[in-house]
């Protein structure tokens, strides 16, 4: 495995970085001022996106683009330090046409969309002229464990009818997401893993209620956690994504990229995190030292360089396989990095934030809102432990294909 970057992807991470330099870490305090005052999407949102489209920077995240769509077309392993470094800001990958959930979405409908869903809702995606929501998780059942979604999609006619309720659906309060894509039973007696569908449903078709945006740990989304009603709902029977019961399939799919793209803004965030420990150290006193002359502060220091660089090496590893064998082989990695990584994103910045002092708590640095994203990634995508079980399940399949390979040198005496 060779995780070098080529000469295409060190001048993509260069021109990344000049970017964000020179046109989103000066506008951090204005995006705030605006979205404090109500002002969402921001005044200047769709000026950066056409000047990231100008300068090739855009749709960076999806590698199988035809030609006539807008795009870099890049592979996972590429695309994973151009995610690092957009990570830093939070709502930075929105300038690339990058951001969760429209990414997931439109790899979705680049797979299974038929030609007419592709038209309508793909290309507006790719073109960053509209956002979308993923609505899968719901507030009565254990989502984590997707056959206990109770959302109901019946065929009537030709037409699908959906009811259920959803919540802490990401996009849902922007005022440009234009559709959802719904996860759903079509068959409730179907096999576990043929139940579920999913169905695209524009935001303004009768029915569909946002409840509430859900703040995240006090701190409130523009583009909204929400709690999402659908009291009989109809879209047209060609709404449906693939077959009805490849919903498990379609979602499997989306996550795997997803989350390589959700792993590396982490460690991006992570990675300014420590920057701004390295400042702080060499800048403060106490008890007549710098705070690099401490032990416990110098130790915190290494650690945190260590789990980053152990973590992104462990993403890059996961997203090498999903190219070259793809996300189901890949699946054990996958499952690796989402449990590693926020935790390794949390204790880093948990360290900064003590390091910093009062002012780590306070708005006057990021650190606060980096903890607050880093402890939802432990939730989001699946909770930590479901990752650990898959983990462990996996390991101990492959620990009894394994079985007896190594007796010659382990053998237990008979008992006496």
Known sequence: ?????????????????DFMDDYIVPRIGLWQDEVHA???????????KALAKDQGLWNLFLPHLKDDE?????????????????????????????SA?????M??????????????????????????????????VCSSDATNIQTSIQRKGDEYVINGRKWFITNASHPLCKVFIVMGKTDPNADAHRQ?????????????EVVRNISVMNHHSPDGHCEVVFR??????????????????????????????????????????LEMMV???????????????????????????????????????????????????????IAMIKALVPTMHTTVVDRAIQIYGAMGLSPDTPLADLYSFGRSLHIADGPDEVHLRSVSKMELSEGQQRLGATSPYFTIPERL
């Open 1 to 17: 495995m060779d995780f070098s970057f080529s000469p295409r992807v060190e001048e993509l991470r260069r021109q990344v970085r």
């Open 107 to 140: 790899e979705v409908l680049h797979m299974f969309g038929s030609e007419q869903q592709k038209q309508r809702w793909l290309k507006p995606l790719l073109n960053g002229e509209i956002r979308s929501a993923f609505a899968m998780t719901e507030p009565d």
């Open 70 to 98: 807008p795009g870099t077309r890049l592979t996972n392993l590429e695309y994973a330090p151009l995610a690092e470094i957009m990570g830093r800001v939070a709502w930075a990958s929105e300038v690339f046409n990058c």
């Open 101 to 105: 959930p429209d990414t997931g979405n």
């Open 38 to 48: 109500g002002q969402y999407p921001v005044s200047f949102m769709e000026d950066l």
């Open 196 to 208: 579920q569908s999913m169905v695209l449903v524009p935001m303004d078709a009768p029915g569909v």
């Open 279 to 333: 400042d702080r150290v060499q800048e403060r006193k106490a008890f007549g030292k710098y705070l690099h002359q401490h032990g416990s502060v110098a130790e915190s220091i290494a650690k945190s360089r260590i789990e980053i660089d152990q973590a992104r090496l462990l993403v890059l590893k996961a997203a090498w396989m999903i190219d070259n064998v793809g996300a189901k082989e890949a699946r054990k990695e």
């Open 232 to 273: 009989n709902v109809r879209v047209p029977a060609d709404n449906l994504i693939a077959e009805e019961g490849d919903g498990f399939k379609i979602a499997q799919a989306r996550l795997g990229p997803g989350r390589i793209h959700h792993c590396m803004r982490s460690i991006g965030m992570a990675e300014l995190a």
